[in-house]
């Protein structure tokens, strides 16, 4: 049995191993934080532009859109900072690099996360100024309470992205190659997550709010702590909170189903 500390100490290593990869190639890091700035800014100036012609949707301002979305880019980006390698498992199953992650004494799917690499939290960086921004915009009023509410948001957001991720991996253990799959939950998030889900129709609520619950992320909370009353008339407020137990939830279920994935899987012979 690895102790924890034995863990812990791996991915302390992980993460010098990312610092030691950045500082030798600074011109990559700049360049892909140059394009953060750019995917993101795009995706902002699409909401603008949208609502510049639809000033107000079903009672969420510009502002308030604005929050929306970088409520989300916070956990969303935090998630791809802890958990972004997940995405990698369909790749290591099928050219059998998966394989040896099973001989060795860490867990598999640890060694899978803690994967050495290109990976370094500026986009997460980015996201808190984005959200200071937000906030400042649509003046939250920050109390205790609200702080609270914050904090646990950021921190499920990341946890249903991550464990959402590790459903669609750990398929691979069936279906070898999940492009297709991998490119449908991903749109789903990063397009619809963008703007209120009360201006969609029934389908895609329940989609994004219990199916996939990406409406936790961001949606949900964001009507309390913008005090959507309108949309409060349709989806009870208690949802804001609920957070932390979906994310929990899907935390439980998501390492059920890899556990059962890992029992059945027998390699691909490459």
Same mark, same amino acid.
Do not use: C
């Given at each position: ?15 010098? /191993? !990312? ?7 600074? @011109? !990559? ?13 795009? @995706? ?35 998630? #791809? ?29 640890? +060694? ?16 808190? %100024?984005?959200?200071? %921004? ?12 609200? @702080? ?11 946890? %249903? ?14 279906? %070898?190659?999940?492009? &297709? ?11 619809? =997550? ?6 969609? !129709? ?5 989609? /994004? ?8 992320? #961001? ?5 309390? /702590? /913008?005090?959507?009353? @309108?949309? &409060?008339? +349709?989806? !009870? ?5 609920? &957070? ?11 390492? =059920? ?5 890992? #029992?059945?899987? +027998?390699?691909?012979?490459?």
């Amino acid at each position: 049995m690895v102790s924890a500390a034995r863990y812990w100490d791996a991915y302390k290593e992980v993460w010098r /191993l !990312n610092v030691l990869t950045l500082m030798e190639y600074k @011109a !990559n890091f700049f360049i892909w934080l140059l394009f953060t700035l750019v995917y993101h800014g795009v @995706a902002l100036a699409a909401i603008w532009v949208i609502l510049t012609k639809f000033p107000s949707l079903n009672g969420w301002q510009r502002t308030d859109v604005f929050f929306l979305y970088a409520l989300w880019m916070v956990g969303h980006t935090l998630n #791809n900072s802890l958990f972004f390698m997940v995405g990698d498992v369909p790749d290591a199953v099928r050219e059998g690099r998966f394989d040896r992650m099973l001989v060795r004494p860490l867990d598999s799917l640890f +060694q899978i996360m803690a994967q050495p690499g290109q990976n370094f939290p500026d986009d997460f960086f980015v996201s808190i %100024i984005v959200f200071g %921004i937000a906030a400042a915009l649509v003046h939250l009023q920050w109390t205790p309470l609200v @702080a609270l509410l914050v904090v646990m948001t950021i921190l499920s957001a990341a946890v %249903i992205d991550g464990a959402v991720q590790l459903v669609v991996a750990t398929l691979s253990f069936w279906v %070898i190659r999940l492009d &297709a799959l991998r490119w449908v939950v991903m749109s789903l998030e990063n397009d619809f =997550t963008r703007f209120p889900l009360s201006m969609y !129709n029934r389908a895609v609520r329940i989609i /994004l709010g219990y199916v996939f619950p990406f409406a936790f992320m #961001n949606y949900f909370p964001a009507t309390v /702590l /913008l005090h959507k009353t @309108a949309d &409060a008339a +349709q989806f !009870n407020p208690a949802l804001g909170w609920m &957070a932390p137990l979906v994310a929990a939830i899907w935390a439980a279920g998501s390492l =059920t189903f890899w556990r059962i994935g890992l #029992n059945r899987y +027998q390699g691909t012979g490459s």
